[in-house]
Structures are given as structure tokens and as C-alpha cells.
């Protein structure tokens, strides 16, 4: 089973709009990091946030982090058409070498 | 630098036979993982190899297998392929030293009729 769960499963929003999308996890975690991928391709990562951090900018995107309830969220500022993909958060432990897990993914539909 | 390396791109294979996939990691990674994608199950991980050692396994039957090089190249192979093994196999490299990005290849497509 996966380690995290993202809601929405999709969202549809028009261009210039905040997309927000949400990840809960169940176990204990060494970061969480997001990534994007588009149709039927490679996964791209998008930022990285340490368990002892709680928030972290890059470019247009907002990660938040809360240990305590054991979520995390993502934020795209002022969508573009080309950001039109699925996003999924992805949990790393240390198992004795770093395991990565990765949730539904949220798809994300922005309409020109 | 060249990127993650996968081939074959896109497979048809009948049930019952097997089936290798190869991937070629970002010059001095020395982390390769794999994971399974389909449309029901999402993104499962498959297992993790550092150094030529399995260090992580997923929970799929041993049909699933792989093996890491002296050049950190990796391959995986599924024995015996059931129509439930269709799906797009990601392979990512990373340092592997400390949980750090995952570099993907664009995937190998597995049909299997």
C-alpha cells in the first residue's frame, strides 16, 4: 500500500488561479518531496522539504510541511496552461538505505 | 550530464513468458530504484539497489526480480508475466547517500496479451 495519500484526486482550475493540493502520510519520515509528471512519462522532481522544516518556496511553488498531523501541502501560484499534469508527494524513510514512496497523485487540469 | 537511461521503451509480451528491463543511471549515481506504474495501483515500489546490495524491497512476488552492476546499470526481470504486469516501469537514480531527488527515465511500457 502507499505511504501517502493526496487530495484532490483532481482539480480543474482556469489560468491565473491557485492550485492547492494536499498529502497525508502514516509513518515517520526523513523528507517529502513533490513531483510532477506529465502524461504517460518520467517523474520530475519539484522540491524537497526536511522533516524539520515547515515551509519552503521555489519559484511559483509553496510546500508546507506539519510533522504533528503528519501532512503536507503543495501550492502553485498564478497557474499556467503548462502546468497541467499530475503531481504526487513522495515520503522518504531511512530503512537502512532511503526508501521513497509515493502517493495517488493529485491531477491537475489548468484551462487557458 | 545524460539523463536516466531506460530501454526498451515500449514491449508486447504474452503470458507465461519473461521479460528484462535495463536502465542506465546518471554518471556517478550509485542508487537505482524501480517502481511499477498502473492506472489502479499508482506508483508501487518495487525495490532499491545501492552499490550492487538490494537495500529495499517492495511488496511484490519474487516473479519480480533485479540486479545492480559493478556500474551501478541495473536491470529487472519478471518471470512468468501475467496480464496484471502491464503497466510503465520507472526507473530513478539518485546519490543514494542521503535520501536526496530521484532522477527518472522516461519508463519502459510492458503490454502483456
Known amino acids: 500500500s502507499q505511504q501517502g495519500e493526496e487530495d484532490p484526486q483532481a482539480l480543474s482550475i482556469q489560468e491565473g488561479e491557485n492550485a492547492t493540493m494536499n498529502c497525508s502520510y502514516k509513518?515517520?519520515?526523513?523528507?517529502l518531496q513533490w513531483y510532477r509528471q506529465n502524461s504517460g512519462r518520467g517523474l520530475v522532481h519539484l522540491i524537497l522539504i526536511r522533516s524539520n522544516e515547515r515551509e519552503k518556496h521555489s519559484g511559483r511553488l509553496r510546500v508546507t510541511l506539519d510533522t504533528s498531523k503528519k501532512s503536507s501541502s503543495l501550492l502553485i501560484t498564478a497557474s499556467r496552461a503548462a502546468d497541467t499534469a499530475s503531481y504526487f508527494c513522495?515520503?522518504?524513510?531511512?530503512?537502512?538505505?532511503?526508501?521513497?514512496?509515493f502517493g495517488a497523485g493529485t491531477r491537475l487540469f489548468v484551462k487557458a | 550530464k545524460a539523463g536516466v537511461t531506460q530501454t526498451p521503451r515500449y514491449l508486447i509480451k504474452t503470458r507465461g513468458q519473461q521479460v528484462t528491463l535495463s536502465c542506465s543511471p546518471i554518471?556517478?549515481?550509485?542508487?537505482v530504484s524501480w517502481y511499477q506504474q498502473t492506472p489502479g495501483q499508482g506508483l508501487q515500489f518495487l525495490f532499491e539497489?545501492?552499490?550492487?546490495?538490494?537495500?529495499n524491497k517492495g511488496n511484490f512476488p519474487g516473479r519480480f526480480s533485479g540486479r545492480q552492476f559493478s556500474n551501478s546499470r541495473s536491470e529487472m526481470n519478471v518471470s512468468t508475466l501475467e496480464l496484471g504486469d502491464s503497466a510503465l516501469y520507472l526507473c530513478?537514480?539518485?546519490?543514494?547517500?542521503?535520501?536526496?531527488?530521484?532522477?527518472f527515465g522516461e519508463g519502459s511500457r510492458l503490454t502483456v496479451l
Open positions: 539497489y545501492f552499490s550492487e546490495t538490494q537495500r
Open positions: 513522495a515520503t522518504v524513510r531511512n530503512t537502512g538505505g532511503f526508501k521513497t514512496i
Open positions: 530513478a537514480s539518485s546519490l543514494g547517500e542521503t535520501g536526496g531527488e530521484l532522477f
Open positions: 509513518t515517520s519520515i526523513n523528507n
Open positions: 554518471s556517478g549515481h550509485r542508487s
